[in-house]
């Protein structure tokens, strides 16, 4: 079996700073996502890849950047984040058969 | 563009009890959807899906999902539940097979009373 792994867990900073996320994925699936969650809310799509160096953007792209520089990793950035934000991050990968597999999920708190 | 509906956000039941989580879509093309389930601070764990074929589909821990054309729905039952059944449930819908963007609804938090 394979796994995704999102760094780091728990990610705080200040308001104005660039932060970026991380997340590896070891299943060799071509696709890869990152989704957003607002406590106790549903996931809302930033950005995905279908191949390495290909991005896509989904309903919430703007104020995010995304890189998929190698096929196992995609990466987020968050250009300019915004004081008292905080969500969850969740990075996921597919095979395009319509089963995601997803990543624990990365904690962004804004001070 | 598909959208997904989930239309209870809360949804309450006795150990043992049978439940249905409900799920609407709309999308004028052929559809792929699926049930993941999210345990509290946990990813999303992937439990069913559907693109064609018997309506009726079955997934893991007992859960089975129904695929309706007319209804635009595909609604998540299960006969018995037990408390490690209590999480939050999200139904997905992508527009074709292989299509892969893939969109969530808001969620159904179920809630398993002893």
């Known amino acids: 079996g394979g796994i995704i792994t999102q760094t780091p867990k728990f990610l705080i900073g200040q308001e104005g700073q660039k932060l970026t996320l991380k997340c590896q994925q070891n299943?060799?699936?071509?696709?890869m996502y990152w989704y957003r969650q607002d406590s106790g809310k549903g996931l809302r799509l930033i950005y995905y890849?279908?191949?390495?160096?290909?991005?896509q953007k989904g309903d919430l792209s703007e104020g995010y950047d995304a890189s998929r520089e190698k096929k196992s990793s995609f990466s987020l950035t968050v250009t300019s984040a915004q004081k008292n934000e905080m969500a969850v991050f969740l990075c996921?990968?597919?095979?395009?058969?319509?089963?995601?597999?997803f990543g624990e999920g990365s904690k962004l708190t804004v001070l | 563009t598909q959208t997904v509906s989930q239309s209870d956000a809360h949804v309450t039941v006795f150990e043992g009890d049978s439940v249905e989580l409900r799920c609407n879509y709309s999308?004028?093309?052929?559809?792929?959807l699926s049930w993941y389930i999210q345990h509290h601070g946990r990813g999303l764990q992937f439990l069913l899906k559907?693109?064609?074929?018997?309506?009726v589909v079955q997934g893991v821990n007992g859960f089975e999902a129904e695929f309706s054309k007319s209804d635009s729905s595909f609604h998540l039952r299960k006969a018995s539940v037990h408390w490690s059944d209590s999480a939050v449930y999200f139904c997905?819908?992508?527009?074709?097979?292989?299509?892969?963007?893939?969109?969530f609804g808001a969620g159904t938090k179920l809630t398993i009373k002893p």
């Open positions: 299943f060799n699936h071509d696709t």
């Open positions: 996921a990968s597919s095979m395009n058969t319509g089963q995601l597999y």
């Open positions: 999308y004028g093309g052929s559809i792929y």
């Open positions: 997905a819908v992508s527009a074709d097979y292989g299509n892969e963007k893939i969109t």
């Open positions: 559907y693109y064609s074929g018997n309506p």
């Open positions: 890849s279908i191949t390495e160096n290909d991005l």
